[in-house]
């Protein structure tokens, strides 16, 4: 037996339209991948909360439309602690509520932590401002936005083909 520990799972994600949206992402996911390792925070629920969660997540505007699994007290760094899991919408779990301070706290957080410049800091702060738009729905996701370009472009014959043309 190996005591190589727990890993960070962070799922690969759909390239963005953009290369600030694109930036944005790896951003945040590197971002709290290294808040988590240094504040210890601890996100872990049962597999079969997992599972369920990628079924909602699979459905269209779930990240408006479906509600989560997510562990609220996630400074609790041991694994004998009782994991206090709730059902939130992906706008708090990234922008928080009155029960739980949400991930972009955390971020930020680690951002302070980190004592960074103010150039690099407001960079930072602009994708971590994506996150939280997506989130809450201020801002369309790739996802939408293309269903939306294409369901409203006059090429469309509402055949399920897109054309050439199109793109």
């Not at 562990?71 to 009782?82: A, G, L, M, V």
């Not at 690099?120 to 809450?136: D, E, H, N, V």
Request: aromatic share 10%; hydrophobic share 40%.
């Amino acid at each position: 037996g190996s005591d190589i520990g727990w890993r960070v799972e962070i799922r690969t994600i759909e390239a963005q339209i953009t290369d600030f949206e694109n930036a944005a992402f790896v951003s945040f996911c590197i971002l709290l991948s290294r808040a988590v390792a240094s504040f210890k925070c601890n996100f872990y629920i049962p597999l079969s909360l997992v599972q369920i969660n990628m079924e909602r997540a699979q459905k269209r505007n779930a990240v408006l439309e479906e509600r989560f699994y997510f562990r609220k007290n996630i400074q609790c760094c041991t694994c004998d602690c009782e994991p206090d899991i709730v059902e939130m919408t992906i706008d708090e779990i990234i922008n928080g509520n009155d029960q739980f301070p949400g991930i972009c706290k955390v971020i930020r957080d680690y951002i302070n932590y980190m004592d960074l410049e103010f150039v690099t800091a407001t960079r930072i702060c602009s994708y971590i401002s994506l996150m939280q738009k997506r989130a809450s729905g201020e801002l369309m996701t790739t996802a939408s936005w293309i269903r939306k370009f294409v369901m409203n472009h006059p090429l469309y014959k509402h055949d399920s083909v897109v054309s050439e043309e199109m793109t």
